[in-house]
């Protein structure tokens, strides 16, 4: 559903915003539960930290889905934005995606290390995207 | 389409809108004359120094020398982007032109910037390691965020209106900006081949006598000359703004001309 939408039916700017997170966020998810379950038959996969494995994932998540929902708002008043969006959005999301890489392959035993670090840097990017997106949504649904 | 004089308003077609903002009718000023001569003596100064005086490295060799131009542009862009952040943040408080054009402005000078850092980098890493590219961290963040700031100018061309473009464009400079640290962290968060260390942080800091003093005069010329460059791209950029004003006023005028010949044709009947 288009964020406009949402504030037109009385949700408040800053509910739309987290809405719209909490709605990619469970889409992305789902896709993710999927394809794990897909790696797992297909690839011989042994997730033997599950527990990371999920970790990663979820803030991993979280970080794409703030983004997201802040570049879609934008790219939805844009020409051609649906074009648009995936060469905005991914530059933007580059470092989580090699982040989340990294962490998958500790929490998949392809790499040794630590692989909460890789957590906590993805926490990190999930924050500042879900700080800006909370912020700058409100402008993007007023003007743009 | 007529485009009249910014400082008089002369030429103004019937109906323009007298209340505007003008802006000098030239780029220059003394200022950035002095500017200009300033950018000018030091990079031939940077280039006298770094290419013919100062000796070679130990460990680097003659491969130094172009560390004396790779920490200032990359270092003069970093700043351009924070400039366009800043002045997104600015424009969306206070809805102002002045901040949209200035973060304009700044992201152009900064993709600038980091395409010569790109580029004198490539010729670095085809010396030293045999190839001009690498996906390595570093290369690829700094590849990752000048394609950020590329995107950010390419919906800046989108036809949009003036408030539109502004908001959205304010709200990719204020994102793009966290890339900036992850880039020049890189190096600790995902070891790769790049060097790390350089100036603040990044020249190496065995540096000493004439090879630092070249580094710090490199930075300090890089400023002056973005300074420079920025002072007139914004005033090209506010120039092009009131002729797109002018042009609009004018089409205005004439559909209100048009519109008036008929009526009072029919009147006269």
Redo the contacts between chains.
């Keep these: 559903m288009q964020p406009r939408v949402l504030v037109f039916a009385g949700s408040n700017r800053s509910g739309a915003c987290s809405g719209k997170v909490a709605a990619l966020a469970v889409q992305l998810l789902a896709v993710e539960a999927v394809l794990a379950v897909a790696v797992a038959v297909f690839y011989d996969t042994t997730f033997r930290t599950p527990v990371l494995t999920v970790g990663v994932a979820l803030v991993a998540t979280v970080g794409i889905a703030a983004?997201g929902a802040?570049?879609g708002a934008?790219a939805a008043?844009?020409?051609?934005g649906t074009t648009?969006l995936p060469?905005?959005l991914?530059?933007?999301l580059?470092?989580v995606l090699?982040?989340a890489t990294?962490g998958f392959e500790v929490a998949l035993g392809r790499e040794a290390g630590p692989g909460w670090p890789w957590v906590a840097?993805l926490g990190i990017?999930a924050v500042?995207?879900l700080t800006?997106g909370a912020l700058?949504f409100r402008?993007?649904l007023e003007?743009? | 389409m007529t485009v009249d004089n910014p400082t008089t308003g002369a030429g103004r077609p019937p109906g323009a809108a007298s209340d505007r903002p003008t802006g000098p009718p030239t780029t220059g000023s003394t200022a950035t004359r002095v500017l200009g001569v300033i950018s000018l003596v030091g990079i031939a100064a940077l280039v006298v120094l770094g290419v013919f005086l100062t000796p070679a490295d130990a460990e680097l060799g003659d491969t130094i020398r172009i560390l004396y131009m790779h920490v200032p542009t990359v270092s003069t862009a970093y700043l351009a982007f924070v400039i366009t952040a800043i002045a997104s943040v600015m424009y969306?408080w206070k809805r102002t032109e002045f901040w949209d054009l200035l973060a304009a402005s700044s992201a152009e000078l900064g993709v600038l910037f980091f395409a010569l850092t790109i580029l004198n980098g490539m010729l670095w890493g085809k010396i030293t390691w045999g190839v001009f590219w690498r996906w390595e961290?570093r290369l690829?963040?700094t590849a990752?965020?000048m394609?950020?700031y590329v995107?950010y100018l390419?919906?800046r061309q989108?036809?949009?209106d003036t408030?539109?473009r502004g908001?959205?464009s304010?709200?990719?400079g204020?994102?793009?900006v966290?890339?900036i640290p992850?880039t020049h962290k890189a190096v600790d968060?995902?070891r790769g081949l790049h060097q790390e260390k350089t100036i603040f942080g990044t020249v190496d800091p065995d540096m000493k006598g004439l090879q630092l003093f070249t580094a710090y005069l490199g930075l300090t010329v890089f400023l002056v000359l973005f300074s420079w460059l920025l002072i007139h791209r914004f005033r090209v950029a506010w120039l092009a703004e009131r002729a797109a004003d002018v042009g609009v006023d004018a089409a205005i005028a004439e559909r209100r001309a048009e519109r008036a010949v008929p009526s009072s044709a029919g009147g006269a009947s």
């Design positions: 983004a802040v570049y934008l008043r844009l020409r051609s648009l060469l905005l991914l530059p933007l580059a470092p090699i982040g990294r840097l990017f500042v995207y800006l700058l402008p993007l003007d743009a | 969306l961290p690829t963040t990752v965020l394609l950020t995107g390419a919906v989108i036809p949009n408030r539109t908001t959205i304010a709200v990719i204020i994102m793009a966290v890339n992850i968060w995902w």
